[in-house]
């Protein structure tokens, strides 16, 4: 199915900082959050699916509490009975609220969502949007041109061991992610620790559900191997 992805959009123009943002929490309370910066966003066009367009946002509350807020837009409501829009959205607020209410601590505590079509005077009308608020967890993504030219061998060792962690981790509080990749972890190198994020692409699990070996580092592109023949430990890079 044709389709183009790209970090490039003004769907979350300007007009979008200081919106604020009523998010039903786990506890049947509203918080509204005020979006301050913008720091991610990207569109996806498909022929089947429409147009998406999502965005991360650090947010403030009333009492100076900080969030991330994920803001997706499908563009034209007539294409969610095709879309996996929603599918993505329940999925993930699903394992983000089971992952806090079994206390992972290898994940961004989720604070709540919403879910709305727009309308006049909103930034973009007749979108169906949705809102996942959750904690602002520290550290910083490292892309693959970090991970493997800008870092040691030790330092390297030393995400794998934290990663191992937060993997026994999330699967022990009754999820898997599916989405793997260096995208979709956060390394606190100050404690040496690692949160897995984005969560739209992820089932139950439990501990010992997944049988943990070196190809998950793989996976998460935490070593290289050669993908025609992963068995062969030889050609593994650390």
Request: net charge negative.
């Amino acid at each position: 199915m044709p389709q183009t992805t790209s970090p490039i959009s003004t769907y979350f123009d300007q007009t979008w900082i200081g919106m604020k943002v009523h998010i039903d929490t786990p506890e049947q309370t509203t918080v509204e959050w005020t979006l301050i910066q913008k720091i991610y966003e990207r569109e996806r066009t498909s022929n089947h699916h429409g147009k998406e367009a999502r965005a991360i946002f650090r947010c403030t509350d009333a009492g100076d509490k900080k969030c991330i807020m994920k803001a997706r837009m499908l563009l034209d409501w007539k294409y969610l009975h095709t879309s996996p829009f929603l599918t993505h959205i329940e999925t993930e607020i699903r394992a983000l609220g089971k992952l806090t209410e079994n206390n992972c601590q290898s994940t961004p505590r989720f604070y709540g969502s919403m879910i709305c079509i727009q309308n006049l005077p909103d930034p973009s009308p007749g979108a169906v949007t949705s809102f996942i608020a959750m904690e602002d967890v520290p550290g910083r993504v490292y892309d693959w041109t970090v991970f493997w030219s800008g870092m040691t061998v030790f330092e390297r060792a030393q995400k794998r061991a934290a990663f191992r962690k937060a993997y026994h981790d999330c699967l022990k509080s009754g999820y898997w992610n599916l989405d793997a990749g260096l995208r979709n972890l956060v390394f606190d190198d100050d404690n040496e620790k690692c949160y897995v994020i984005d969560w739209e692409a992820s089932v139950p699990a439990y501990a010992g559900a997944v049988k943990f070996n070196g190809l998950m580092y793989g996976m998460w592109e935490l070593i290289k191997y050669n993908r025609a023949n992963p068995e062969d430990f030889t050609q593994w890079e650390w």
